[in-house]
T-cell receptor, first 115, second 110 residues
């Protein structure tokens, strides 16, 4: 079972460069999201989507763009990388609704360093 | 502003002992989640609590939810070394903007 797949796992960027973190899920989940994890700060929501063509901002959206053209894919774009964006990024997905099985599934993480 | 606070932030305990991690949140929430994270790894789902009074147990871990007090607990019974990890709670305020606590780093000493 693939679940939530993120690429790349590790990336080093120079300040000002742009890049895209890829995320794909094969569970037909409506909900997808991106988090960043920094030491001592838990996970903070960057952007999320509740379906194809629908995206919204989370807690820390500045410097990031997303799009959701298909149910499966939810790429995160860093427009002009800054050292403050050095972090571990997690993609997550789940079903919507009030069902008992609304577990949020996480990808393996992408370690990004901006120098 | 919705806040999710966990305590303690760090917990060092002896094998065989019991302890409780607390998760307080500042607004109403439809659901509460508990996750485990090992160093350098992803987050693993432990429990999803859906209603007031919900209690779930898996092995040495038991989670409960009191929506009136806006409090969830994760109780560890007879801790073993394999439970060493960071534990996160997260709430869904009904907007899909899930909010995570800062985590509790648990170290179980042999």
């Amino acid at each position: 079972n693939a679940g939530v797949t993120q690429t790349p796992k590790f990336q080093v960027l120079k300040t000002g460069q742009s890049m895209t973190l890829q995320c794909a899920q094969d569970m037909n989940h409506e909900y997808m999201s991106w988090y960043r994890q920094d030491p001592g700060m838990g996970l903070r929501l960057i952007h999320y989507s509740v379906g194809a063509g629908i995206t919204d901002q989370g807690e820390v959206p500045n410097g990031y763009n997303v799009s959701r053209s298909t149910t499966e894919d939810f790429p995160l774009r860093l427009l002009s990388a800054a050292p403050s964006q050095t972090s571990v990024y997690f993609c997550a997905s789940s079903y919507l609704g009030q069902g008992a099985g609304n577990t949020i599934y996480f990808g393996e993480g992408s370690w990004l360093t901006v120098v | 502003e919705l806040k999710v606070e966990q305590n303690p932030l760090f917990l060092s305990m002896q094998e065989g002992k019991n302890y409780t991690i607390y998760c307080n949140y500042s607004t109403t929430s439809d659901r509460l989640y508990w996750y485990r994270q090992d160093p350098g790894k992803s987050l693993e789902s432990l429990f999803v609590l859906l209603s007031n009074g919900a209690v779930k147990q898996e092995g040495r871990l038991m989670a409960s939810l009191d929506t009136k007090a806006r409090l969830s607990t994760l109780h560890i019974t007879a801790a073993v070394h394999d439970l060493s990890a960071t534990y996160f709670c997260a709430v869904d305020p009904g907007t899909y903007k899930y909010i995570f606590g800062t985590g509790t780093r648990l170290k179980v000493l042999a």
